[in-house]
């Protein structure tokens, strides 16, 4: 398993990021991808995951900024983020299955603030 995460940086509150999340090693159509995240001195939190059909989940503290989506095609995963706040400043992982502790890529870090 091969997750690559880019896409992250520093943006302004209230701005937008997309997320790339690169799979490879294994069919990724048939997994549900996870969006994870890891703020400074607190413990992993999941933002959103997929099924491999496109029906997704959002945890409530992202729910109607944040948008996950998939290119099966591709084995790609993204994370549309808008609306940023200050709190969603993180590190921010993609991960096979829902399992927090599941494999996962490297990261990508999202930084909000003005």
């Known amino acids: 398993v091969l997750l690559v995460e880019s896409g992250g940086g520093l943006v302004q509150p209230g701005g937008s990021l997309t997320l790339s999340c690169a799979a490879s090693?294994?069919?990724?159509?048939?997994?549900?991808m996870m969006w994870v995240r890891q703020a400074p001195g607190k413990g992993l939190e999941w933002v959103s995951y997929?099924?491999?059909?496109?029906?997704?989940a959002d945890n409530a503290s992202v729910k109607g900024r944040f948008t996950i989506f998939r290119d099966n095609s591709k084995n790609a995963l993204y994370l549309q983020m808008n609306s940023l706040k200050s709190e969603d400043t993180a590190m921010y992982y993609c991960v096979k299955g829902l399992n927090l502790s599941g494999p996962r890529g490297q990261g990508t870090q999202v930084t909000v603030s003005s």
């Open positions: 997929i099924n491999g059909g496109g029906a997704t």
């Open positions: 090693g294994f069919t990724f159509s048939q997994e549900i």
